[in-house]
């Protein structure tokens, strides 16, 4: 159904972020099939790093919500920056650290970027952060 489900999904979104076109590596079918498999995985308690995970699943989700957009969908670099933004955001998530989901995007994702896309970037990652501790706060009490 979602063949590139499979694995990390890291090294892909580098060469994406890069120029490199991969057609259906962040559509609706990957996202569903890893967002189903990604809380299985995290529950099983092998030793899988949910991190990579997360970042495809947190790119997918802004790659298809940037694509309701005729602003970001018309334009690669805009989109570009969404993914990177994005990914600042899976490791926001994964690890509860907003600082932490910016440094790794500016360190391992994008090859060029901007003061512009690092507080976008930013801003995505602690909105998802926060999100994540309301929702853990609201399935505790």
């Known amino acids: 159904m979602a063949l590139y489900a499979a694995g990390s999904g890291i090294s892909e979104i580098k060469c994406i972020l890069a120029g490199f076109v991969m057609k259906g590596f962040l559509g609706f079918g990957t ?8 809380p299985l995985i995290i529950a099983s ?5 949910k991190e ?13 919500v940037a694509g309701w957009s ?13 993914i990177t933004a994005a990914s600042a ?16 995007s500016i360190e391992e994702m994008s090859h060029i970027f901007s003061i512009k896309t690092m507080w976008r970037s930013f801003v995505c990652a602690l909105v998802a952060t926060f999100t994540l501790s309301v929702r853990a706060y609201s399935h505790t009490s």
């Open 31 to 38: 996202f569903f099939i890893k967002s189903l498999t990604l």
């Open 45 to 49: 308690g092998l030793s899988v790093g």
């Open 89 to 104: 955001a899976g490791v926001a998530v994964a690890f509860g650290s907003p600082i932490g989901g910016v440094l790794f």
């Open 70 to 82: 005729r602003r970001f969908s018309r334009s690669s670099s805009k989109m570009r920056e969404v």
């Open 52 to 64: 990579g995970p997360s970042v495809h699943v947190a790119c997918c989700i802004g790659y298809l």
